[in-house]
């Protein structure tokens, strides 16, 4: 006779094996939904989920820099969030642990060709909620160099933070607007090795981890990001920590200044 404990682990077990076996049905309808399961999401259930939105343009202007912010703050207890594009050559763009922060992200990415960009939400009971939506695009924005190779200052200008954080009195998730100077190779442009940055950090006042990211070669050039912190009454200043796939870092304090107006959105350089 099974125990209560054994009867639940079969229960389990039957359960993903079902969802490895069996993945549901895709909304985007893509060939590569599939693959994209087995790669991603298998060990865990899966819903498609209208909690977890993504914003794209549907034909995008450029294919180096497309914009997209994903919001899953329907969702309760999100742990990470997983960020790819089905028909990209690097397929997986970011991912995001909102430790004390709102979960939304905005960023921009490279895309080879039109493809849909999904975004999943790894909720504490073990879920995937995911969302997308099909982004038209033409081709070469994986396999581009990167602008700053035909600038002569790039180089000195390497790993410079340019931010801005600010807050509405009386709430106590703030805006975080972000870039960091860096080319993004993705290794597929003739002659140039991958080169991007790899993991940023966002901290408090003290050390405290408000976010973590890990970044990969789709995401656009000179990452720009806006993440939204929960920050306390002292909390003054944000400090970003990162590094790239060659071992350089990233180093900055923001200081934390208040929106008075809709119109202050512009980015101070940050204290490196």
Known sequence: MRTPIAAAAALWLSISVAYAADPPADPLKSVMWGQMYERHFSDKPVVFDDKVSVIAPKLAEDQTAIPVTVDASALTGVREIVVIADLNPIQKVLSYEPVQAKPYITFRFKAEQGTPVRAAALTEDGVWHIGGVYVDAAGGGCTSPALAHGKPDWVSRLAEV???????????????????????????????????????????????????????????????????????????????????????????????????????????????
């Open 162 to 272: 340019r931010a801005k954080v600010w807050r509405t009195p009386g709430q106590s998730t703030a805006r975080l607007r972000l870039r960091v100077q860096h080319p993004m190779d993705t290794g597929l442009a003739d002659g140039i090795p991958a080169f991007f940055v790899e993991r940023l950090e966002i901290q408090g006042n003290d050390g405290k981890v408000l976010g973590r990211l890990r970044i990969y070669e789709p995401v656009s050039e000179n990452p720009t990001l806006t993440l939204m912190p929960n920050l306390g009454p002292a909390d003054d200043r944000v400090i970003v920590k990162g590094r790239d796939n060659e071992g350089n870092t990233i180093d900055a304090v923001v200081p934390v200044g208040v929106r008075s107006s809709a119109l202050e959105t512009g980015p101070n350089r940050a204290t490196r």
